[in-house]
T-cell receptor, first 113, second 111 residues
């Protein structure tokens, strides 16, 4: 059983640029959720994808967008990067109900300078 | 709104028991979780409990749920230095699409 893989592991971008983060979900899971974890904080929900459509969204602006592919892998895109976007971005896969918890990837550390 | 609160720091001696506490506000929370995060890593699911239970034991881990007070605790028996990490409490309600996380409790185990 493969776990959740995220790429890249680290990334440095300049304010105003755009970034794409990638995630492959665990075998048997059809739902991917993305979280932002700022330093010293808990993960904050960005959005969830199921059947290639956004299934729910947290309090993040539209410049945060995503995709899910037929193999359940997913991308997180952030446009017009701001300094406050610097954080660890975590991908979590689950079944749609998610009752038995998430399987998280190791995250992508994004630094915006 | 929905919120999950935890104390930020706990220090124990190796071999002692650790108890990490959490309170949540969502009265419709149905599923409650404990996750562990080691430095530079993602979160690892440790255990979960459904709201119709008041206790769950899994090897060295014991979860207690007081639904009336919306209080959840995680007890780690015989705490080891390898248990040093950040522990997150989280909740989810039936039909909800997101899990809400607390800010995490940093557990420091002294040898």
């Amino acid at each position: 059983e493969t776990g959740v893989t995220q790429s890249p592991t680290h990334l440095i971008k300049t304010r105003g640029q755009q970034v794409t983060l990638r995630c492959s979900s665990q075998s048997g899971h059809n739902t991917v959720s993305w979280y932002q974890q700022a330093l010293g904080q808990g993960p904050q929900f960005i959005f969830q994808y199921y059947r290639e459509e956004e299934n729910g969204r947290g309090n993040f602006p539209p410049r945060f967008s995503g995709l899910q592919f037929p193999n359940y892998s997913s991308e997180l895109n952030v446009n017009a990067l701001e300094l406050d976007d610097s954080a660890l971005y975590l991908c979590a896969s689950s079944t749609l109900e998610g009752n038995y918890g998430y399987t998280f990837g190791s995250g992508t550390r994004l630094t915006v300078v | 709104g929905e919120d999950v609160e935890q104390s930020l720091f706990l220090s124990v001696r190796e071999g002692d028991s650790s108890v990490i506490n959490c309170t949540y506000t969502d009265s419709s929370s149905t599923y409650l979780y404990w996750y562990k995060q080691e430095p530079g890593a993602g979160l690892q699911l440790l255990t979960y409990i459904f709201s119709n239970m008041d206790m769950k034991q899994d090897q060295r881990l014991t979860v207690l749920l007081n639904k009336k007070d919306k209080h959840l605790s995680l007890r780690i028996a015989d705490t080891q230095t390898g248990d040093s990490a950040i522990y997150f409490c989280a909740d989810r309600n039936t039909g909800g699409f997101k899990t809400i996380f607390g800010a995490g409790t940093r557990l420091f185990v002294k040898a």
